[in-house]
């Protein structure tokens, strides 16, 4: 069964740094995208950025891009997030999800973690 369970969420003043990550289950880097969402308060979710599972391709949202670094570890079956340059609207909760194909569209993935809670504030 496909599982996704995300950590690394915290509080950190703006210009700060967080690194995420996203452990699934065996095997599902090999077969599935994984990416990278967040859902502020009141505010639809919305694609971060996405690894693809054949090669490893990225893609990003471009209000992240330059800041944020997505990567994977087969070995330990994680994805990672790393977020540097945080800013206040970076705030919200991140999930991570599979997908059958690259992208930055929720409606296109099919199996969430639980999500992680990030909070830039002075």
């Known amino acids: 069964q496909l599982q996704l369970v995300e950590s690394g969420g915290g509080s950190v003043q703006p210009g700060g740094s967080l690194n995420l990550s996203c452990v699934v289950s065996?095997?599902?880097?090999?077969?599935?995208?994984i990416g990278w969402f967040r859902q502020a308060p009141g505010k639809e979710r919305e694609g971060v950025s996405c690894?693809?599972?054949?090669?490893?391709?990225?893609m990003y949202a471009e209000s992240v891009k330059g800041r944020f670094t997505i990567s994977r570890d087969k070995v330990h079956n994680t994805v990672y997030l790393q977020m540097n340059a945080l800013k206040s609207e970076d705030t919200g909760v991140y999930y991570c999800a599979a997908a059958h194909w690259t992208s930055l569209r929720p409606s296109d993935f099919g199996t969430w973690g639980q999500g992680t809670q990030v909070t830039v504030s002075s």
């Open positions: 065996e095997r599902t880097l090999d077969y599935y995208s």
């Open positions: 690894i693809k599972g054949t090669d490893g391709t990225t």
